[in-house]
Nanobody, 115 residues
Framework: QVHLVESGGGLVEPGGSLRLSCVAS????????MKWYRQAPGKEREFVAT????????RVADSVKGRFSISRNNLQNTVYLQMNNLQPEDTAVYYC????????WGQGAQVTVSS
């Protein structure tokens, strides 16, 4: 059973940074690509970043390019999303998931960017 738990969200001022973590269990993380999506109030869930199983492929959305980065530690079953220079438009609930699997998501981590 795929189980994903996000953490690290919070309230931050514009220009600040946060690092989200996603701890995975119930499957072999090292064999799966992973992804981060986000959903702002009143909007559809949107792609943020993805990373292949062995980190040889990484892609981030244009809206966060140069500010966000995705990484993983397969030994610790954890995927990260480093978010720098956060802006109010980054306010959303952030979810991690398994690439190619839209049925399993974590509970989400709330990120609020406000002064």
């Amino acid at each position: 059973q795929v189980h994903l738990v996000e953490s690290g969200g919070g309230l931050v001022e514009p220009g600040g940074s946060l690092r989200l973590s996603c701890v995975a269990s119930g499957f072999t993380l090292s064999s799966k690509g992973m992804k981060w999506y986000r959903q702002a109030p009143g909007k559809e869930r949107e792609f943020v970043a993805t990373i292949s199983a062995h980190e040889d492929f990484v892609r981030v959305a244009d809206s966060v390019k140069g500010r966000f980065s995705i990484s993983r530690n397969n030994l610790q079953n954890t995927v990260y999303l480093q978010m720098n220079n956060l802006q109010p438009e980054d306010t959303a609930v952030y979810y991690c998931g398994v690439w190619g699997d839209d049925d399993h998501w974590g509970q989400g981590a709330q990120v609020t960017v406000s002064s």
